[in-house]
């Protein structure tokens, strides 16, 4: 008996000696995820988790901007005068006609928060787009990081699509009319008169730049504040 037990040992270190070094390696390492598909699990991950803080972001800030006194009520956005019309706006309220002036600015945000709803299916395209080496950089760069981004990413066609809703939003909330009024009376006056000065694009400037000041918000809303994390996968990604 232990004759046949000591044949039937030698006869199963002879056949695992026949088996390559390199297929009994891959034996023993079969099932476990290569380091190759762990990071790239990793980076699905993350990339995910962005694209998710970034719509929810970016949702919020639309729907900041683009609502009634989004910018006008919103002292870190509100346009106000153009530089241009500094002087002017000084005499007209020393003269007692504040007033129009106040509808003038009034008037520039009211075109300003009709434009932002614009800038959503841009920002949802940018989204889209991201890869893997985007979203690593959004993640380990600074509070806004993601911010910057979308500025690079967005700005042209973020300008193409609010110019012609501002310019006509300007005409419908009578900021046209009350820009061209209150120039006039700059002209009449002695030594008077304007450079040659794009309102429209003067308003969509700052409507941009307002509407990216609220992303950036809420960029380090969701990196600094656990609550603002409302979903399980930003709470996975951010937490890191």
Do not use: C, W
């Amino acid at each position: 008996m232990r004759t046949e037990t000591a044949a039937l040992l030698v006869l199963v270190l002879v056949l695992l000696a026949a088996i390559p070094a390199s297929a009994q390696l891959d034996q023993l390492l079969r099932g476990l995820p290569s380091p190759s598909t762990t990071a790239g699990v990793e980076d699905a991950r993350i990339r995910d988790g962005l694209k998710q803080a970034l719509q929810v972001g970016t949702e919020r800030a639309v729907a900041a901007t683009g609502k009634t006194d989004g910018y006008f009520a919103n002292r870190a956005i509100k346009i106000l005068m153009p530089d241009t019309l500094r002087a002017l706006e000084r005499g007209v309220r020393a003269a007692g006609q504040g007033a129009q002036i106040d509808e003038f600015v009034l008037s520039m945000n009211r075109a300003a928060e009709r434009a932002a709803p614009a800038a959503k299916s841009i920002f949802v395209d940018a989204i889209v787009a991201m890869g893997f080496d985007d979203a690593r950089r959004i993640l380990d760069g600074g509070d806004n990081a993601a911010t910057r981004y979308f500025k690079d990413k967005t700005g042209d066609k973020l300008t193409a699509a609010f110019a012609p809703v501002v310019s006509s939003a300007m005409s419908e909330v009578g900021a046209t009319r009350q820009y061209k009024s209150l120039t006039g009376r700059l002209h009449a006056l002695p030594f008077g008169g304007t450079d040659a000065f794009d309102l429209d694009r003067y308003v969509v400037g700052k409507a941009l730049d307002g509407l990216f000041v609220v992303v950036g918000e809420e960029e380090r809303r969701i990196r600094t504040q656990p609550a603002a994390r409302v979903t399980p996968l930003l709470k996975e990604v951010f937490a890191r």
